[in-house]
């Protein structure tokens, strides 16, 4: 058994070597993992489904539709994001070369999730390779099965020594983090968060974190609330409640409580039919430990729809909470289960104040058919990112950056963000060394004459 | 914790909205601005006290680089804070995607003693364009400077969302045990170990601008008199305390022996035959400082200079020749008038020895050959690099400053730092009609469903890549 210190030296060793720099490399490994994905989908469905009780369709959307189209759009864009920028000049650099030159880092660390247990190990490696590093992966240990497929195939499709797949828990990582590395992405919670960032801060080390939080949803009295709620609802209830950026609760007014849970219902049976548990579409809790955690988030709360739950197949009804007390434990942590309380607030002010009072949460939502409502929600309150009128899809907006602010994290990443997230940014001057009577100005003896010119 | 109370006040500024129009953060700016033109006297006589600095270096440095960052920002900050709109794809195409700048809320900054005006005034440019408040911290060890920005800016900035603290170790690490949105730290990487530490209790995002030993290499074809200047200029300017000055010179010896004369000849120019009574060379900081690279000079020999004067703080414009890798001057920043040459034999020599040490701040490559230049720009890392000159890199505003590594990590200047300072958002507003679009993403799932969003939601390759 390799220990963490000679993987990582090899991944050094294996960068120092030069040979991840080259675009042609570069990209020559991503269609490596593009070959992987396509020729091995049977597999990684598999482990999706072992893991989360994902069903195809579901597994192929979430997880390997977006790993191919990040994959397209990096291989294509690649040549352009790695060109050196050329900046604009001043007086005294008119007749040189300045421009800013993207490098890889060295050797990054991606650690990953459970909830999303390919992409969120295939994106970051992605936009990690393209940038030309050398990258450690480290995947949840959570969704084992796809840590032990991505553990297996990694290395039958990539460079070994530069891309390294380390499997493990608690232990392994913690050892992991004590070794040096250029860059680490996490994604996970900001307990982790705090840990991870106090380890890189003995290397100096920058970090990406992805964490979480209480992404709030506020339904305005004036939407459309069949589609408002039938948006919600899938963003909700998609991986039984364990999204980073589902809608979290709902705030709204009393008077039209009712109905979204009218709605909700409504849709849910449109999506899962009359008994949820026997739908291929609806997923489980991941493990005995969430599901406890989860369930006991409903005790002494107003149930207004599901609460079923059986604990031997980790099934949670998706359950809906109505006029819940924001001091009540369901409102003090992330709930990443299909629970969904709404609290109820009397106007917009109120419901951004509410969302001010609590920590910045990864994603925000706002329903409604007043444009000037959305503005100013957007702009009196903050979070990594947020969608009006759906829920989930700024994420897959490709220029957009995927990140969180304050306890959801810090940093970003997808697409071009990944690419820039992975690479330094070194500033060049070129000057020729003639030309010496343009210095003479810098030059001392100084005087102030020499100062006003 | 004694600082609590002035962090909360400045939060609730925060959340009371007030450094966010624009027209109130080019008002702070402008007010800056004119603490810059009005105190420009009382600027140049601190930094004198405090390190003997020439009134012509402060005046670059300390005025009129950040009047410069001032007006850049000023005349762009309108289009910096416009939220950015984003290509979409077919779907979306009713849908508004864009990248909102969001100030981060409290911020601190902390400021060292070598460039005690720049290091925490073009920060802070930065931060109030973003539209935060902030906390500066300057250097207790330039006193006279932190005496006069403690008591003179607060006359110009709104107290209710920007202060000065001051104080040493104590105090700084008391400060930092509250909880701010963002942390730039200017200092050495021991430091910024300690401020990065303290940053991920909270979850506080961090840019530290820490250094490094900067190297020089001095190719054998390039015009020895023109590098001995632009290296003496870019060691000697603020006696040596410099984060990004040439901190040693890598030549072979046929190269050592040609630049001595040409040195001796730049210094001269520079500061006559005795640099002690020029007004265009500083002194050091401290007495700390001072006997620290006193005991420098035992490394290699003393070619020029050497002398020293303990009462003035003064250590003559000096080049050690001969030095190894394992003298005393070799094995930390000098931070100091003092350069030495450390022979090499070749182009290769030099990039293997750079690429043997931590990355730093600036790599510098003199040569007439553009090739030679390119070589050792393409073959190491470093924050920045300048080709054929010194420091001028850093002057340019379109250009990220930062390190890489034990150097540093994040970057400013110009937008840079006003990018530095906001968090930028993903945002998507989407319309409420045209839900039937929608309808493949939802549950129950089939394969013709998802055939359908393959198709809407997939990038295609455009054709072979011309690279393979």
Not at chain 1, 76 to 88: F, N, Q
Not at chain 1, 405 to 431: D, I, N, P, Q, W
Not at chain 2, 184 to 211: C, D, N, Q, S, W
Request: hydrophobic share 40%; charged share 20%.
């Amino acid at each position: 058994m390799e220990s963490m210190q000679q993987i990582v030296a090899r991944a050094r060793a294996a960068f120092r070597s030069g040979r991840s720099r080259p675009l042609e490399f570069r990209i020559q490994q991503l269609k490596a993992l593009e070959r992987m994905v396509q020729e091995k989908e049977k597999e990684i469905l598999a482990a999706l489904k072992a893991d989360l009780d994902k069903s195809g369709p579901n597994a192929f959307s979430h997880e390997i539709l977006g790993v191919l189209r990040e994959l397209a759009l990096t291989m294509e864009k690649l040549p352009s994001w790695a060109a050196p920028h050329p900046v604009k000049k001043d007086l005294l650099t008119l007749r040189d070369k300045a421009y800013i030159g993207y490098e890889p880092l060295g050797v990054v660390l991606v650690i990953g999730a459970w909830n999303y247990p390919f992409v969120l190990v295939m994106q970051p490696l992605i936009g990690a390779i393209a940038a030309g590093n050398a990258v450690v992966v480290k995947p949840s240990e959570v969704s084992e099965n796809t840590a032990r497929l991505v553990a297996e195939l990694l290395p039958q499709y990539l460079d070994k020594d530069l891309y390294a797949v380390v499997t493990g828990g608690v232990p392994e990582t913690t050892e992991l983090l004590t070794q040096r590395f250029d860059h680490i992405l996490y994604t996970g919670n900001s307990a982790v968060g705090r840990i991870v960032m106090a380890a890189a801060a003995k290397h100096l080390t920058p970090v990406t974190l992805e964490l979480g939080g209480k992404s709030p949803c506020y339904i305005d009295k004036d939407c459309d609330l069949a589609v408002a709620c039938r948006r919600i609802t899938w963003g909700k209830y998609m991986n039984c409640g364990q999204t980073c950026i589902a809608p979290d609760y709902i705030l709204c007014d009393p008077s039209i409580q009712s109905k979204v849970v009218e709605n909700i219902k409504a849709t849910l049976k449109e999506f899962y039919g009359e008994d949820v548990k026997s739908s291929p579409d609806y997923e489980r809790i991941v493990n005995q430990r969430h599901f406890r955690r989860v369930k006991s988030l409903l005790e002494g709360q107003k149930i207004a729809l599901g609460g079923e739950t059986d604990e031997a197949s980790c099934f949670i009804a998706p359950t809906i909470l109505t006029d819940v007390s924001p001091e009540s434990k369901v409102m003090e942590e992330e709930i990443f289960g299909p629970v969904m309380p709404i609290v109820a607030v009397q106007s917009v002010e109120e419901a951004i104040e509410f969302i001010n009072l609590r920590e910045k949460p990864l994603a925000l939502y706002v329903f409604s058919n007043n444009k000037q409502l959305i503005r100013r929600v957007i702009a009196e309150t903050s979070s990594g990112g947020m969608t009006a009128n759906d829920v989930i899809m700024h994420s897959v907006v490709p220029e957009l950056p995927f990140g969180g602010v304050g306890h959801s994290g810090m940093g970003a990443y997808h697409g071009r963000f990944s690419f820039e997230t992975f690479s330094h940014r070194r500033a060049c001057l070129v000057k020729d060394l003639r030309w010496e009577v343009v210095n003479k100005l810098r030059y001392p003896p100084g005087s102030m004459e020499m100062v006003h010119l | 914790n004694p600082y609590a109370g002035l962090v909360s006040h400045l939060r609730a500024s925060w959340l009371s909205g007030k450094t966010r129009p624009m027209e109130y953060r080019v008002a702070q700016l402008e007010a800056l601005g004119r603490f810059l033109d009005d105190k420009k006297q009382e600027i140049l006589e601190a930094t004198e006290l405090d390190m003997g600095k020439p009134s012509f270096e402060a005046f670059f440095s300390e005025i009129l680089l950040c009047k410069n960052e001032l007006n850049v920002t000023l005349n762009n900050l309108c289009h910096w804070m416009k939220d950015e709109h984003v290509d979409k794809n077919l779907v979306m195409q009713l849908d508004s995607a864009f990248i909102r700048k969001d100030p981060y809320g409290v911020v601190l900054i902390i400021a060292p003693w070598n460039y005690p005006i720049q290091l925490f005034l073009v920060p802070l440019i930065g931060a109030i364009a973003a539209g935060n408040c902030a906390i500066i911290k300057p250097s207790e060890i330039s006193k006279n400077t932190e005496r006069l920005v403690a008591e003179t800016l607060s006359c110009y900035l709104d107290s209710d969302c920007f202060a000065v603290v001051t104080g040493g170790v104590p105090e700084t690490t008391r400060l930092l045990e509250n909880k701010f949105d963002y942390i730039f730290f200017t200092g050495t990487p021991p430091v910024g170990r300690i401020v990065m530490t303290a940053a991920a209790k909270h979850l506080t995002p961090v840019t530290l601008e820490l250094g490094g030993k900067n190297p020089c290499y001095v190719s054998d074809t390039c015009d020895v008199t023109n590098v001995a200047r632009r290296v003496a200029w870019g060691r000697f300017f603020n006696a040596g305390q410099t984060c990004i000055a040439p901190d040693y010179v890598l030549c072979t010896i046929e190269m050592q022996e040609k630049l001595m004369p040409a040195f001796r000849a730049a210094i001269t120019e520079f500061f006559g035959p005795n640099p002690r009574e020029s007004p265009d060379f500083g002194r050091i900081v401290s007495d700390k400082q001072f006997r620290r690279l006193r005991g420098l000079l035992g490394s290699g020999r003393v070619a020029i200079g050497g002398q020293t004067d303990e009462a003035e703080r003064y250590i003559a414009p000096t080049v050690l020749a001969d030095v190894l890798p394992s003298d005393p001057a070799m094995q930390e920043e000098i931070f100091g008038p003092i350069l030495p040459i450390v022979v090499i034999a070749n182009m290769d020599e030099a990039i293997d020895f750079i690429n043997a040490r931590p990355r730093p701040l600036a790599i510098y490559a003199f040569s007439c050959d553009s090739k030679v230049v390119n070589q050792v720009l393409e073959r190491t890392s470093s924050g920045g690099f300048c080709g054929n000159d010194t420091l001028m890199q850093v002057t340019l505003t379109s250009l990220p400053f930062g390190g890489i590594g034990n150097s540093g990590l994040g970057k400013y200047h110009g937008k840079f730092t006003f990018d530095t300072f906001s968090h930028h958002r993903g945002c998507l507003h989407r319309n409420m009609g045209l839900e039937t679009l929608n309808t493949p993403r939802y549950p129950p799932y089939t394969q013709q469903k998802l055939g359908l969003l393959t198709s809407t939601f997939e990038v295609k390759r455009r054709g072979t890549c011309t690279l393979l």
